[in-house]
C-alpha cells in the first residue's frame, strides 16, 4: 500500500459526458502528479501540482484539467469525453521531489 | 529536455536465469534514476532509485541496477528470475528535486517455468 488513495477504483460512462478522478496524497506530500496509461500510448505524463499551484504541464489535452485542493487532494477533470480517453489513470505523490508513490489508478471506460 | 530508451518492450527468461533490462537514458545534468514495477492491475511500485554515491544499487525482490555513466545506461538485473517477477518494468529519469519525471515505455517480463 503506497498510502495514495484514487477513487473511483473503475468508472464507465459515455461519449461526451464529464467525470472527475480523486486522488488523495500521502500524508504530508505536497506534489500530486497525474498519468494516463493506455495500451497504444503507453505511461503518459498530464500534469503536476505542488502545494495547490500548477508546477508541470505534459501531454493533456484542454479537455482535460485538474486541481489541487488547500487540503492537498487533487481531482482531475476529464470533459467531451470520447472513446479514446478510455485508460488507466493514476496519480502519484512525492514529497522530496524525487520518489513518486503511485496510487492505484482509476480504469476509465468510455462507451 | 531528458528521455528514457528502454530496448524490448517483451523480454521472456526461464525460472532461475539471469534477468537484465536495459535502459539508456539522456539528461542534460546529472540524472536521478528509478526502476519501477507494475504488477497487473496495479499501481507502479518504486523497485530502486539512484540519486548520487554508489552506482550500484538494490532494491527490493533482489534487483539492482548500475548507473554507468560513460554508457548512460542504468541496465536492471536479478541474478535468478522467480515467477512472481512477471509484471512490466519502467525506467524513469529526473532532474531532481520537484523536475517533472520521464519514464520509458516499459518492458513485459516473461518467466517461463
Known amino acids: 500500500d503506497s498510502g495514495v488513495t484514487q477513487t473511483p477504483k473503475h468508472l464507465i460512462t459515455a461519449t461526451g459526458q464529464r467525470v472527475t478522478l480523486r486522488c488523495s496524497p500521502r500524508s504530508g506530500d505536497l506534489s500530486v502528479y497525474w498519468y494516463q496509461q493506455s495500451l497504444d500510448q503507453g505511461l503518459q505524463f498530464l500534469i503536476q501540482?505542488?502545494?495547490?499551484?500548477?508546477?508541470a504541464k505534459g501531454n493533456i489535452l484542454e479537455r482535460f484539467s485538474a486541481q489541487q485542493f488547500p487540503d492537498l487532494h487533487s481531482e482531475l477533470n476529464l470533459s467531451s469525453l470520447e472513446l479514446g480517453d478510455s485508460a488507466l489513470y493514476f496519480c502519484?505523490?512525492?514529497?522530496?521531489?524525487?520518489?513518486?508513490?503511485f496510487g492505484p489508478g482509476t480504469r476509465l471506460l468510455v462507451l | 529536455a531528458q528521455s528514457v530508451t528502454q530496448l524490448g518492450s517483451h523480454v521472456s527468461v526461464s525460472e532461475g536465469a539471469l534477468v537484465l533490462l536495459r535502459c539508456n537514458y539522456s539528461s542534460s545534468v546529472p540524472p536521478y534514476l528509478f526502476w519501477y514495477v507494475q504488477y497487473p492491475n496495479q499501481g507502479l511500485q518504486l523497485l530502486l532509485k539512484?540519486?548520487?554515491?554508489?552506482?550500484l544499487v538494490k532494491g527490493i525482490n533482489g534487483f539492482e541496477a548500475e548507473f554507468k555513466k560513460s554508457e548512460t545506461s542504468f541496465h536492471l538485473t536479478k541474478p535468478s528470475a522467480h515467477m512472481s517477477d512477471a509484471a512490466e518494468y519502467f525506467c524513469?529519469?529526473?532532474?531532481?528535486?520537484?523536475?517533472?519525471?520521464?519514464f520509458g515505455t516499459g518492458t513485459k517480463l516473461q518467466v517461463i517455468p
Open positions: 501540482y505542488y502545494n495547490g499551484e500548477e508546477r
Open positions: 502519484a505523490s512525492s514529497s522530496m521531489g524525487e520518489t513518486q508513490y
Open positions: 524513469a529519469v529526473s532532474e531532481g528535486g520537484y523536475q517533472k519525471v520521464t
Open positions: 539512484y540519486t548520487t554515491g554508489a552506482t
